[in-house]
Structures are given as C-alpha cells and as structure tokens.
C-alpha cells in the first residue's frame, strides 16, 4: 500500500502561481510513476503531469511551459510548480502513484484561480 498526501492548493489570481506537493509513504519502493491529475466540475478527470522513476516527464499541451513537475527522492515527495496561472487552470488538483499492479490516488486539493 502506498498513501498519498497533497498539500499547496489555494486561491490565486490569473497570472500567478502556486506550488502543490504530494508527499508518499508506505510501499514507495514499487513505484515507478506519480503524477498529477485535474478534474474540474462537469469534466473527466485529465493527466496534468507526470514523472517516472527514472525522471522522464511528460505534460499536458495545456500546461506545456507553465507547469513543472520535480521530485525530491530524499523526502518522497513530488511537486507541482504551476506559473502563469489561468482561471481554466480552477480544478480539484489530485496526485497519482503507479506501481505495476497498483494506482494510488490522494484526497485532492483545491486550486481556484480567479481574481
């Protein structure tokens, strides 16, 4: 079992920024991708950001140049540094953990970006 725990969401105006972490624990050894997921109300849940275990990244074309996505491994921690923020960005922000037989989700956190 792997737990997932984010923390950063918030209010933020159009063109600002904000940093999402999302700290793992438990079995963190099987993992070989996180991620960041966004669903705003009415609409599917979509892949913002992910990394895998060995670094690669990869982003959605909407996010592409704004958002970036890093890891600490000492503190098995993923972030998500999200600039130039856009009120479409609005959504509940959830991370994802993937082992080979697994996917974790976290509770979510609120990233409303209005002025």
């Known amino acids: 079992q792997v737990q997932l725990v984010e923390s950063g969401g918030g209010l933020v105006q159009p063109g600002g920024s904000l940093r999402l972490s999302c700290a793992a624990s438990g079995n963190i050894v099987s993992l070989r991708a996180m991620g960041w997921y966004r669903q705003a109300p009415g609409q599917q849940r979509e892949a913002v950001a992910t990394i895998t275990s060995g670094g690669s990244t990869n982003y959605a074309d909407s996010v592409q140049g704004r958002f970036t996505i890093s890891r600490d491994i000492a503190k098995n921690t993923v972030y998500l540094q999200m600039n130039s923020l856009k009120p479409e960005d609005t959504a509940v922000y959830h991370c994802?953990?993937?082992?080979?037989?697994?996917?974790?989700w976290g509770q979510g956190t609120q990233v409303t970006v209005s002025s």
């Open positions: 994802n953990a993937m082992s080979y037989f697994n996917s974790y």
